[in-house]
């Protein structure tokens, strides 16, 4: 069959999988039928829930204003899938073109979508993650469990990590009146994401609003009563907390394992694409029924020096699972790239953060607009000269200039007039990020091309 009638066909009565049922898996499922793709759409998702929305779980949710329950996702129009949720995908069959599941089932695709996303990074001690008390926030069921704890007023919660679900976590707290300590090893919140500049003011923030804000300190024990119950956690300055509640927010893992030994390009960084969301096999080669979409891929961007980049970013889920889901029932000329501008918002403390760009790509940074220092500004990050990210606190209606400054590669310092250009607007300051072989909790946007803490493959010779 010519390339264009087999598109044709696929399109007519092809079967389409898509592994994962959140936002990403909708949204393609959503863009396919939109496309006018009328074969068969099977939808695996191993939570037992419909798709359902996540970043209000540490807002909302957590505040006890909106029920887990009522996150679900609106749907712009009826997709006609079967649903088999509630069951892990276990294993890919890339010859044979099927997806094994945990119920010993397996089904045949001819076009495959993986959107199975991230998890939380549990404690890494198991025992102590298994007290009563530890908790992590990914799942409507683990907003539920967390939610219940913090309405049961504990005497102390202990938040672990201060990235974005960290930093949202403490907040919640404290607009319950909920005492809590945030322990974070880098030298700020949001530092791995957003700088040592923006990480100081989101201290300041976390601090007036009551947080026992601790930088530089890591978490070494949690400890349990004989039930079982967590009760005290040992810090790495020595200090011994009296804590009920734990919340390890150490960012996430992709959700990759499944595919060991399938031949694609899966590990713990995600699966890498081309632009096209097509997924690269283990030799570097692109498949062309096989497509990644959502936090669990990585793809390379012009803007960004051709790094693969992988978001966790809820924009990107769902424009990524549109490109890919067009590509996939598209011929060749037709296909899109996935280009999408990095965007993210947090609401902490009573602020409206948001980003667009590749910050942690940074060097420097200028404020741009308003002041550090009243916590309402723009700034602006630069990168070998030219504009690559910015952030604003309480300024989201200039994002979108920035971000055209960005597509532009405007020359940083950026030398335009701005609305409320402030003295501390003159000099571009160094961004502060930390050296990227420490880890740090908090980055949203991961750079997954060369990074210095990366371990080179050495070629040792065999002895004889
Ligand atoms: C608490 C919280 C707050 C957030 N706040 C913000 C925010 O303020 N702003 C923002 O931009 N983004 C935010 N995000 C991120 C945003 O929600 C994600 O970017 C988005 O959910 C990604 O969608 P996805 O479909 O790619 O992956 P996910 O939503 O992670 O969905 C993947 C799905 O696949 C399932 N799955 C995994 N493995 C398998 C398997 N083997 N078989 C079957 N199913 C599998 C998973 O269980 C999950 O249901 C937040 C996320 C969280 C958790």
Redesign the pocket.
Known sequence: MAGDDAVRALRRDGRIVI???????LRAAEQLRDEGFTGSLTV????PYEPY???P???QVLLGRVRPEDTGLPRRRPVDAHWRLG????GLDLDGKRVLLADGDAVEFDRLLI?????SRPWPHETEAALDGVHV???RDD?ARLTRRLAGRPRRVLVIGAG??GS?IASACRERGVAVTVAERGAAPLVGALGGVVGAVAADLQRDHGVDLRCGIMVTALEGDPAGRLRRAHLSDGTVLDVDVAVVALGAVR?TA?LAGSGLAAGPRGIACDAGCRAFDVHGIVTDDVFA????ARTPHPLFGYQFIS???????VEQ?AIAAHNMVSPGPERRPHLWMPA????QFGVNIKSVGVPSMADELLVTQGSLAERRFVAAYGYRGRVIAAVGFDHAKWMGFYAKLIEEAAPFPPEFPAVDRRPEGLRPVPAGFPDPALPTHGA?VTLTGHSPSERRVVFTPSRA
């Open positions: 592994v994962g049922a959140s936002l990403a898996g695996i998702g191993d939570e929305d996540r970043p779980l540490s807002k069951v892990a995908a276990t959107a199975t996303g991230v998890r926030l990914r799942t907003a974005f679900t949202e959700n499944w979409a959502g936090d669990v978001l966790e970013h809820w924009g990107n889920a699972a993210f918002w947090s609401s949203s």
